[in-house]
């Protein structure tokens, strides 16, 4: 866990049990330490990372209302043109990933607009 998620279980350990990750072994014992850690909430930022960015409660909720959506989708003309299947719902971690795959670099924007006005090469390592 400590590997993975280093700074969420740090941040954890100090907003549930207002100790902090250094005194493992001084302030308290590792035996401690690992009870904390297993049963830390489900809001937690440990778990949240393990779940994608969601909690159980809104994994579940996200499956729920998709369901639905389905069962909604099925009784309609779904052959027609355009009726697809309900998309499933993006994890707050995959929205992220999703926004950032559009993004272009700083090098590629300049370029960009250097193309739209005329300028060439030169201009963009001056």
Do not use: C
């Not at 549930?16 to 590792?30: A, K, N």
Request: glycine share 8%; proline share 6%.
């Amino acid at each position: 866990m400590l590997a993975r998620f280093p700074y969420q279980l740090r941040a954890d350990l100090m907003r549930y049990y207002h100790v902090s990750l250094d005194g493992v072994g001084t302030d308290y014992s590792y035996r401690d330490a690992a009870a904390m850690v297993a049963y830390l909430p489900p809001e937690s930022a440990v778990l949240r990372a393990e779940g994608n960015g969601w909690s159980e409660v809104e994994k579940l909720l996200a499956e729920i209302a998709r369901n639905t959506a389905v069962i909604y989708w099925q009784r309609t003309d779904h052959t027609a043109p355009g009726n697809d299947e309900p998309p499933r719902y993006m994890s707050p971690h995959e929205r992220v990933r999703a926004a950032h795959v559009g993004l272009m670099s700083l090098d590629e924007k300049k370029r960009t607009v250097a193309d739209a006005y005329g300028y060439g090469a030169e201009v963009l390592n001056g």
